[in-house]
């Protein structure tokens, strides 16, 4: 494994780690760091997506799981993470797209309650 990869897997596990502890915004810098050295995982947009919107950073949050989609279309929980940002960033129609979506690949109810906040019943 080249350096790079191994540096940015420690990142990575290390944000996963500080996501687990509630510690959204360290988890945030390190999940940067991972993305910085390896920005076309989808794992780590993910992750840093879910650090983003824990600290309330929701055009960021939605930036990031919208990359994590592009680079995943069938992640389901890159499309709830989509699907809750913009719906926090007053998008209602392309937040129930993308939370139909999550429910229709992973009926969690979680996902279907995400969705009913939206006025759309799974």
Known sequence: MNESIDDAYRAFQEGLRLLESANAHAAAVALERACDLEPEQGS????LGRAYFRCARYPAAAT????AVDLD???DYAHFGLGLSLLRL???DRARGHLKLAVAMRPLDEY?????LVGEEA
């Open 90 to 92: 007053g998008d209602r």
């Open 73 to 75: 279309p069938v992640n």
């Open 64 to 67: 990031e799981f919208h990359r």
């Open 112 to 116: 279907r309650k995400a969705l009913a």
């Open 44 to 47: 780590i947009r993910e992750a």
